[in-house]
């Protein structure tokens, strides 16, 4: 496993698109993370009046809830790690390098396992960004008396994690099934951003849909991550927001982390990279 992991780490380390992408999704979790406080700061020095509440009172950095919080919001920007993913497994498929793998002795499962362990890392990082800021941003804007159950609710940080890996793996599908990385990375892009999020919305949203028909949309790739993390915000609304990991979006995401392994196996064996 770490010989694996090393060999990833040699292909990326001196390759710049996987710098400036990490550097990226670097700043823009991080700025999630602290940078709530400052939106909240400016709209209260804007004049914005909730009904004469503070808008810098909203809880939102106080523990446990901090932890599903950040989980949802940092998830808006995986697809910036997915485009890693994309991105270095093209530069492998142009330059003929799985190829080469495969002539010095590397089997087709050892190339499969090592993506995973990457995938896995990456993720693994995202959710060390989480913590940090959370941690941190926690203790500064937090309530005092929340630092108790600092570690409540930890369990988005798995669900997050999971988000990120699955994805991480279903863009590795995708690139090993078509092998066109700029055309990839656009269509990916539009996908998630606006054409399932739109598709998803005409099936939970439509007057006339049958109760059995809107949970199509939660069979879709992406939204069936997202309810990994049930959208947290409407706490604050005064509306009731569940605390758990939802058991059947769990489930739905694991079986789409076995298509996404699966299938790239079975394209693994069959096609000549």
């Known amino acids: 496993m770490n010989r694996l992991l090393k060999i990833e780490w040699l292909k990326l380390k001196n390759y710049r698109p996987f710098w400036i992408l990490m550097g990226m999704y670097t700043v823009f979790s991080l700025s999630i993370c602290f940078g709530g406080m400052a939106f909240l700061t400016w709209l209260k020095n804007q004049g914005a009046d909730f009904n004469g509440f503070n808008p810098t009172m909203l809880p939102m950095y106080d523990f446990p809830d901090i932890w599903q919080n950040l989980a949802w919001l940092t998830s808006l920007f995986k697809i910036i790690l997915a485009f890693i993913v994309i991105m270095s497994i093209n530069n492998e498929i142009n330059y003929r390098i799985i190829r080469q793998n495969v002539i010095d002795g590397f089997e087709k499962k050892d190339w499969l396992i090592s993506k995973l362990l990457l995938n896995g890392a990456i993720a693994a990082y995202a959710v060390l960004l989480v913590v940090i800021g959370g941690l941190i941003t926690g203790m500064i804007y937090g309530h005092p008396d929340s630092r108790a159950s600092m570690f409540v609710n930890t369990h988005f940080l798995v669900a997050f994690f999971f988000d990120v890996f699955i994805f991480l793996c279903f863009a590795m599908l995708l690139i090993i099934a078509t092998r066109k990385g700029a055309l990839l990375i656009i269509g990916l892009l539009m996908y998630t951003v606006a ?79």
Do not use: C, H
């Open 195 to 273: 054409f399932e999020p739109f598709l998803a919305f005409f099936f939970y949203d439509f007057p006339r849909m049958s109760n059995e028909f809107r949970q199509i949309a939660d069979f879709f790739p992406v939204q069936s991550l997202r309810n990994l993390v049930p959208f947290p915000l409407k706490r604050y609304g005064l509306m009731e927001v569940s605390d758990m990991i939802p058991i059947r979006a769990m489930l739905i995401a694991t079986g789409w982390l076995i298509f996404n392994i699966g299938m790239t196996n079975w394209i693994l064996k069959r096609r000549d990279l």
